[in-house]
């Protein structure tokens, strides 16, 4: 069987493997998705929120303010990360879009909906890559679907080149509380055409809340708000956020669970000489390259212990052979450990 990918797909597609694969979606244990599976408790009673009248975001623009230590006036909201994007790749008039790629997915069907000339730098090969003037220039960091962390320095380095360029950047941060590393954040009051991507979904466990936020300016900020809609979350998603954002206890204890399983997808990932750690990962997937066995043997058989990996294919300068496994429980894990184990020597 097949394992076909359409050009923007992602993971976490539980409900077609489940069809393919003809298991119930509840059996999944699924290691293509980067969302945290640490899960964030809070206590809430929905029929207590009011949805008869139009939110009112003051109180979520302040404990987001409060949580990235940042001004209000330097923050718009969106409907999720994805919606930030599409938002912004709607509201920069540059024709030409420079990706450093491989690159989140939605960067690119956002380019390609939006009419821009897309240009995607190899950041394994070429990060120095000359761009041209006036362009828009997006870099994810930490960079999906490896995880390297770039460091400030280097950020910086790359930053005054752009800025030289006159090019609107998007720095996606949308994995950064994965680590302990700093944010590029207090540079949007130095670099005019800074514009920073935050995500609620990945660490806070919470695909189904929609939050995305953007950072940047003031004055860009205001007239990025311009053409944007009054209300775009829901007073749900306003209630849930304020109340995750509370739990102080909450990202230590991610990080501590997810750094004790990561070091055991590790020690299991190095058992087999089928499996190569293609980057060294500050975040909570890894990416792998396939050796000696191909991609649909590989996934076939993942599929018959109902486990989902990443088959990262359609991602730019990958191709085929790579795939993608995100830090999930260490009952997970050893049961993908068993699974190597069955189909080791293939």
Request: overall charge positive; hydrophobic content about 35%; some cysteine.
């Amino acid at each position: 069987m097949t394992n076909t990918l359409t050009q923007f797909s992602h993971g976490g597609d539980t409900k077609n493997f489940a069809k393919k694969y003809n298991c119930s979606i509840d059996s999944i244990i699924d290691l293509s998705s980067n969302i945290n599976f640490v899960k964030p408790k809070f206590n809430i009673n929905i029929n207590n929120i009011d949805i008869s009248s139009y939110p009112n975001y003051n109180k979520l623009y302040k404990t987001i303010s409060k949580h990235f230590k940042i001004k209000k006036k330097n923050i718009e909201l969106f409907n999720g990360g994805s919606s930030a994007i599409f938002s912004l790749m709607r509201f920069f008039k540059q024709k030409r879009c420079y990706i450093y790629s491989p690159a989140y997915l939605e960067y690119k069907k956002a380019c390609t909906l939006y009419d821009k000339d897309i240009t995607h730098i190899n950041r394994y090969e070429n990060i120095d890559t000359r761009v041209k003037k006036n362009s828009i220039v997006v870099f994810v960091n930490p960079s999906t679907p490896d995880g390297i962390y770039y460091d400030i320095y280097k950020l910086t380095q790359l930053l005054k080149y752009w800025n030289k360029q006159n090019c609107k950047v998007i720095i996606d941060e949308s994995f950064i509380e994965f680590t302990k590393e700093k944010s590029i954040k207090k540079y949007i009051s130095k670099y005019n055409n800074l514009f920073i991507l935050k995500s609620m979904t990945k660490f806070y466990s919470c695909a189904g809340i929609r939050l995305g936020v953007v950072l940047s300016n003031d004055k860009n900020i205001e007239q990025l708000k311009k053409y944007e809609p009054l209300w775009k979350i829901s007073a749900y998603d306003s209630v849930i956020i304020q109340k995750l954002l509370q739990d102080k206890k909450f990202k230590k204890q991610t990080l501590k669970v997810n750094n004790n399983a990561k070091k055991y997808l590790l020690k299991t990932i190095k058992r087999y000489d089928f499996l190569v750690v293609s980057k060294t990962s500050e975040v909570n997937f890894v990416l792998v390259k396939l050796q000696g066995i191909t991609k649909d043997t590989f996934i076939n058989h993942l599929a018959k212990y109902n486990i989902m990996v990443r088959d990262c294919s359609n991602f730019d300068f990958l191709g085929d052979g790579y795939i993608r496994i995100a830090v999930k429980s260490i009952k997970d894990i050893k049961i993908f450990n068993q699974s190597l184990k069955e189909l080791y020597p293939f």
